[in-house]
C-alpha cells in the first residue's frame, strides 16, 4: 500500500523529471548548452569573455579598414601633388632655356603658379571623415587594431604644403630662377615621395593587421562554439530519457493518488 510518504516522494520525483526535462529543451530550443550563470558558471563565463573578445575582433576589423581607406586616401591625395610637381618641373625646366623671351617665361610662370596652388589645394583640402591628412595639422593618427586596450596602429599623414615643402616663393620669371625652381621642385618631389613610402608601409601594416584579426576570429568564434553550442544529439537522448522519466513518475503518483482516495473511503 502507498502512504503519504510515497505519494510525496512521488510528487518530487514528477518535480525532478520536469527540471530533468527542461534543461534539454532549452538547450535545444535555444541552440546553447549554457543559458546563464548558474548551469555551468565557468562555461558560462568563458562563453561571455569568449564573446567580448569576438565582438571587439569584429570592431577591430572595421577599425583598420577605415584606417586603410584613411590611408588610401592620403596617398591619392600625394600622388595628385605629385603630378602637379611634375608638371611645375617641366615647366621650369622649359622656362630655363636661354633662347625663351622675358613674356615666353612671365606666360610659364603663371602656369607653373598654379600648379603651386594646386599642391597648396590638396594639402588643404585632403581629409577623411574631418581629419586633415596632407596639412601637417597632425603627423600621425592611431587605429585601434584589436580588441585589446594596447593594440593599436600607427598611420603617418603627411605635410605636402607649400611652406614645408620650400615652394613658396618658387618663379620661373627669370632664367636664374628657372634653375633654382628645378632643384627646388625636384626637392619637394623627393620629400612627397618619401611621405607617400612612409604611408604604403602602414598600410601594409594595416593589412597585415586585418589579416590577423580576420584568423583570430575564425578560431575564437571556433573556441566559443566548442564551449556553448547545444550538441543536439545528445540533448535529443536527454530529452528523451527524461521524458520517459517524467511520464513514469507522473504516472506512479496517479496510482498513488488514486489508492490513497480509496483509503480514504475505507476509513470514512
Known amino acids: 500500500m502507498i502512504n503519504l510518504t510515497n505519494a510525496d516522494f512521488l510528487q518530487n520525483a514528477v518535480n525532478n523529471a520536469y527540471g530533468q526535462l527542461s534543461q534539454p529543451l532549452q538547450s535545444l530550443a535555444t541552440g546553447s548548452k549554457v543559458s546563464g550563470p548558474s548551469e555551468n558558471p ?13 565582438n571587439g575582433t569584429h570592431q577591430a576589423e572595421t577599425n583598420v579598414q577605415e584606417g586603410t581607406d584613411m590611408g588610401q586616401t592620403a596617398s591619392g591625395g600625394m600622388s595628385n601633388a605629385l ?36 599642391v597648396s589645394d590638396i594639402a588643404q583640402n585632403t581629409e577623411f571623415n574631418g581629419t586633415q591628412l596632407l596639412n601637417g595639422s ?55 615621395s618619401s611621405q607617400q613610402a612612409s604611408a604604403g608601409a602602414a598600410q601594409a601594416g594595416l593589412s597585415s593587421a586585418a589579416a590577423n584579426l580576420a584568423n583570430s576570429a575564425v578560431n575564437t568564434a571556433s573556441a566559443l ?44
Open 42 to 54: 565557468s562555461d558560462y563565463f568563458l562563453a561571455q569573455s569568449l564573446l567580448t573578445q569576438i
Open 83 to 118: 603630378g602637379a610637381l611634375q608638371t611645375m618641373n617641366s615647366l621650369a625646366v622649359q622656362s630655363g632655356d636661354g633662347t625663351l623671351t622675358s613674356s615666353d617665361r612671365n606666360n610659364i610662370n603663371m602656369e607653373f603658379q598654379q600648379m603651386g596652388a594646386a
Open 225 to 268: 562554439s566548442q564551449v556553448s553550442d547545444a550538441d543536439f544529439a545528445s540533448e535529443l537522448t536527454s530529452a528523451a530519457s527524461a521524458k520517459v522519466k517524467l511520464q513514469a513518475s507522473i504516472y506512479a503518483l496517479s496510482t498513488a493518488n488514486k489508492e490513497k482516495g480509496q483509503i480514504l473511503n475505507l476509513l470514512a
Open 138 to 192: 597632425a603627423s600621425s593618427v592611431n587605429i585601434q587594431s584589436g580588441s585589446g586596450a594596447g593594440n593599436k596602429v600607427s598611420v603617418p599623414t603627411g605635410n605636402i604644403t607649400p611652406g614645408n615643402l620650400s615652394l613658396s616663393g618658387a618663379s620661373t620669371v627669370t632664367q636664374a630662377q628657372s634653375e633654382s625652381a628645378i632643384s627646388t621642385v625636384q626637392n619637394a618631389m623627393q620629400q612627397v
